[in-house]
């Protein structure tokens, strides 16, 4: 596809104009500014004059409201008042959402940390407790500004956009289309046999990549454990949404991981047996919203940079074959917790 006519907007937050904004809310940079992994949003390490560094997210113009950023904001100050392990942003001179110029910004404390070993049975049984914790705030009362994860939102929405904006080549559309369109019958089929599940906040992109593993100890105020970081995705949707991204390996390991996630998870919030139905029908959403996402940021020049694989002929062809797997898997008996060797 050809260069965008017009600057993305990210163009014009240099490493000078990020500073100044910061500075607006009288955190002063001693001129360290790194950039930290993020492609939804701009966010960056920043170091501060005789303090401690901070974070500092500046969020993708145009993606959410202000008062949907308040709500984020409020559901992780609603967890850590409960003492359960998030990263919140600070609130500075009575706010946590700052503007400067065409950017909103929001400054986290720094937490260090590494990715969970999810391989451990005592780690995703950890995991599961929080999450259990998280969930049975986010089931107190529900979001009015941020959209619910569904079919429609995660399905048959950017699959028309996808199709409405060309981004599927000429001689794979119509394999795609169809395989597109048995996928979302099967979420469907899927979301019948799971029944009226009841949505709640959740994270909304709860894999390893968010969540910060303190090792030894206490550092600043986290103690040893997992830290969960980025609620940018939060969403009303099912409770699975914030577990499933947490399996892996075929079918066995994954019923083990699960029945390990779940013997802590059940330990503060009950779990509907029903969404289990659910485990792949998310993973099609996610997959077909993937794609969507990726087309819709590639006027933003750091996505060709990072996915170059992506709107190539060989990305449609494994997306094709990626779906009719997942059709496969949305036939099967849904997965079942393994709890042998949970505790």
């Known amino acids: 596809m050809s260069a965008p006519e017009t600057p993305h907007a990210y163009a014009a937050l240099t490493p000078d104009r990020a500073l100044d904004a910061l500075a607006t809310v009288g955190i002063l940079g001693d001129g360290r500014l790194q950039a930290l992994g993020s492609y939804e949003n701009r966010v960056y390490l920043v170091g501060v004059e005789d303090a401690n560094p901070v974070v500092a997210k500046f969020y993708r113009p145009g993606r959410w409201s202000d008062a949907a950023i308040a709500e984020e904001h409020l559901f992780v100050a609603e967890l850590a008042e409960r003492e359960i392990p998030v990263v919140a942003p600070l609130s500075i001179r009575g706010r946590t959402l700052h503007a400067a110029d065409e950017f909103r910004f929001a400054v986290y404390p720094r937490c260090g940390g590494r990715p969970p070993e999810l391989e451990r049975k005592e780690t995703l049984e950890w995991m599961g407790r929080f999450l259990g914790r998280i969930h049975a705030t986010g089931a107190l009362t529900p979001f009015s500004h941020r959209p619910a994860l569904d079919a429609r939102t995660f399905g048959s929405e950017p699959r028309d956009w996808l199709l409405a904006h060309d981004f599927v080549p000429q001689d794979l559309r119509a394999a795609w289309q169809a395989i597109a369109a048995r996928a979302l019958d099967s979420v469907a089929h899927c979301y019948e046999r799971a029944g009226a599940v009841r949505p709640l906040r959740l994270h909304g992109d709860c894999h390893a990549g968010n969540v910060l593993w303190i090792e030894h100890g206490r550092t600043g105020d986290r103690v040893h454990g997992p830290h969960f970081v980025d609620f940018d995705d939060a969403r009303m949707g099912p409770a699975m949404q914030d577990l499933w ?44 919203h993937y794609s969507a996402w990726l087309a819709q940021r590639w006027d933003d020049p750091a996505f060709p940079a990072a996915f170059p694989w992506f709107n190539t002929q060989r990305y449609w062809q494994d997306r094709i074959l990626e779906l009719r797997e997942q059709v496969a898997l949305m036939d099967e008996p849904p997965l079942e917790p393994d709890r042998r060797w949970s505790r």
């Open 245 to 288: 991204m947490l399996l892996s390996g075929d079918r066995a390991d994954m019923s083990r991981q699960l029945g390990f996630v779940l013997a802590g998870y059940e330990d503060f919030f009950d779990f509907d047996r029903r969404e289990l139905h659910l485990v792949e029908a998310l993973r099609t959403l996610r997959l077909i």
